[in-house]
């Protein structure tokens, strides 16, 4: 159904920035929300940011507030995280999530994208 496409991972020193991108395509309907999760090895996946597309309402874990941005492009269908002052405990494997209204409203349907790699080491 939809495809998410997660871009921009990468090795960066303690203190530096790195920004995320993930497109979606394939959806019928409009994407409800689009957020980030990360999963470190041996932790479980944790919500990372959130962000909805009416009223571009957000939500941030408490590790990363002040820290990261989340941001989308609904003409694009794309989501962006910003993070900046990143810290070694941010290394994780960070995925991208979008939500899905079925046609009537009532159910939803999440999609997944295949990760990448942020790595924040000296």
């Known amino acids: 159904q939809v495809q998410l496409v997660e871009s921009g991972g990468g090795l960066v020193q303690p203190g530096g920035s790195l920004g995320l991108s993930c497109a979606a395509s394939g959806s019928r309907f409009s994407i409800y929300a689009m957020g980030w999760y990360r999963q470190a090895p041996g932790k479980q996946r944790e919500l990372v940011a959130v962000?909805?597309?009416?009223?571009?309402?957000?939500n941030y874990a408490d590790s990363v507030k002040g820290r990261f941005t989340i941001s989308r492009d609904n003409a694009k269908n794309t989501v962006y995280l910003q993070m900046n002052s990143l810290k070694p405990e941010d290394t994780a494997v960070y995925y991208c999530k979008a939500r899905v209204l079925g046609p009537l409203g009532v159910t939803y349907y999440d999609y997944w994208g295949q990760g990448t790699q942020v790595t924040v080491s000296s």
């Open positions: 962000i909805t597309s009416s009223g571009d309402s957000t």
